[in-house]
């Protein structure tokens, strides 16, 4: 489960400096959500960029399928995994 692996990451990346660095440089680059997904790839984290921005999505059908038709309104919009890992990431003091 990507929400899972993002909480993993961000664990580490808290405790361990250059992990962060290489974390932020990502979003440096001409495909950072891209890069970012290869980058914890390559670091044993299962993230992709489908996952990443299906997560909002996931929560919001669930809240329509739990009230089996009652009168709920959809979620206007969702909150980005991507930037709140970076969000949270960003503000984390080393």
Do not use: H
């Not at 692996?5 to 979003?27: I, P």
């Amino acid at each position: 489960m990507i929400e899972l692996e993002l909480e993993r990451l961000l664990k580490n990346a808290k405790a361990d400096g250059a992990l962060k660095s290489a974390l932020l440089k990502t979003r440096e680059s001409e495909n950072p959500v891209e890069d970012f997904c290869a980058f914890c790839q390559s670091k044993g984290y299962d993230i992709t960029a489908g996952e990443l921005f299906t997560v909002g999505m996931t929560a919001s059908d669930a809240k329509l399928r739990s009230v089996n038709g009652g009168g709920v309104n959809a979620i206007d919009g969702w909150d980005d995994a991507y930037e709140q890992f970076f969000a949270e990431l960003i503000w984390t003091q080393r």
